[in-house]
């Protein structure tokens, strides 16, 4: 038997996203020089904290979270995904379930009315989670949440709900894992480079070149599929999906995705609702 292995839409073989958290002001600037480069990822939102209309921050402020109609401003007209991270950035670790549950619920709720979409995501506060927090968000519609944990690897997530990053942006090993990213030619399995930060974190160790040079590096290369985080979620499992016969020469894609994959030397499309031999 020859290997298969997963390909992105278009054939692509790596992927790249970036996760960052709190709807600070700051995540304008870091849409722009993203979007510039032609990247995107996905926001982490409370939503029971957005700043009052009009709140005037004391000069010196560097968290600084964005109002409402301001988050609605800036990320609507985004390419970016908007995810829950708790209504009030409460900690799931050791609160009752009820009070968990609310904390996931109400945020998603509030932010599917306010970005008229379907908020799916999750990332945890404080990076802290436990099994008991992993059924809650399953029963409150959340299919991926994000930790704090790096793995320093291009691996796809084996568990959504306790998904791990490659690393954080100020990472003192992140360019180098984004040259061996970008190196590193025929992985035996799809690759995948996993960012999150909080964007304020630029203006507090005034360091935005960090990320600037970041993306102009990741920018524009044929064989990454830039990408929010639920968009790669969506496509793993429609490509869950694919039925195979047991010869392995035959394959029907019954989702309403286009998928791609490679077995052994041969490329393979499978248009949505489409059989195709191989
Ligand atoms: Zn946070």
Redesign the pocket.
Known sequence: MANMIMRFPGGLPKALTLSY??GVEQDERLIEIAERNGIKGTF?LNSGLFAKEGFKYEPDTIHRRMSLSHAREVYKKSSWEIAA?AYT?ASLVGLPGNIATKEIFQDRKELEETFETFVRGF?Y??GAFDDASVEILKNCGICYARTVHSTHDFHLPTDWLRLPATCHHADPQLMDLAKRFVETENWWDPMLFYVWG?SYEFEQFDNWGVIEEFCEYMAKRDDIWYATNIEIYDYCKAFSELIFNTDMTACKNPTSRELWFTYGEKDVYVPSGNTVTF
């Open positions: 958290d709190d982490n991270h950035h990332a506060p404080y909080h």
